[in-house]
């Protein structure tokens, strides 16, 4: 049983009430009514406590939204009794890792001026990249929530922005990586990662994997924004200014960020001999 007490009186002869130990609210029948937690005591409770474990897992979550994404990311971030946004990014995140990383880190040689730098360099280089996309999503996140903050008349709270983006950066990873890494790592065509930072031909730019890739960017684009739209309750024009605005600033910010950092971080290495030139 999930309670505690608190003294409702003087200390002397005062009787506890009992609480949520979640959050903190009186507890009142089965289950809290602020953040759902089971609060029966005995075998129906730990029933309960796996129950609910099981509801809130990552599979269960991922399949809840991919059934309706736009609807079912806001609700869970809105739902109180949903506590586990950083448990499911994570989970996405560890996903996308072990699929890309490895994809990344044995991609072919480089040629032209690229090809004058070592293996090790070319590894630095590397993870520096994926640290950016990192970086760039931690900005997109400040960036979106202060002008969003800012325009929007539904005000929100930090917390409940977090969830939101958690569960859409860890819905969106997954299926992410995997395309990529059969676009790229199996058929050697153009990937989401590839897609933005490639300067195509124009035979190209009419090639179905180029196309594909076209039309998935734009999906996931159009998900953030159906999804900040819905939160922040206001028109799909004003959702999609907004968010284009926090991610193409964000991009920018964080690519210059990452030149800076990967510059000093490669004279350092450099100069006590874990990269060579």
Known sequence: MILQTRGTGAESGAQGVAVCAECGTPATGNFCSSCGTDLRSGMSGML?????????????????????PVKETVRLADDPAYRQHISFLLSG??????????????????????AQYSESMHTLMKVLSQVGVYAGAAITFVLGYTLFHFFAKTKRSLNSYLKLYCLAFG?????YAIYDYIARGLLGSTGLSSFIAQNPTDEQVVSV??????????????????IHKRFWNMSVWKAGALYSVASLGSYQAAYWIMYFVGYYVAMVLIRIGVVTV
Not at 54 to 61: C, D, E, I, K, M
Not at 93 to 102: D, G, S
């Open 48 to 68: 309960g406590a796996v129950a609910g474990a099981t509801r809130q897992s990552f599979p269960t979550t991922y399949l809840r939204i991919l059934r309706s």
């Open 171 to 175: 819905f969106i990873m997954p299926p």
């Open 93 to 114: 995140l560890a996903i996308f890792t072990v699929i890309m990383v490895p994809f990344f880190l044995q991609s072919a040689d480089p040629t032209g001026a690229a």
């Open 209 to 226: 994997p180029f196309l594909i890739s076209f039309i998935l960017t734009l999906a996931i684009w159009a998900y953030f924004i159906a």
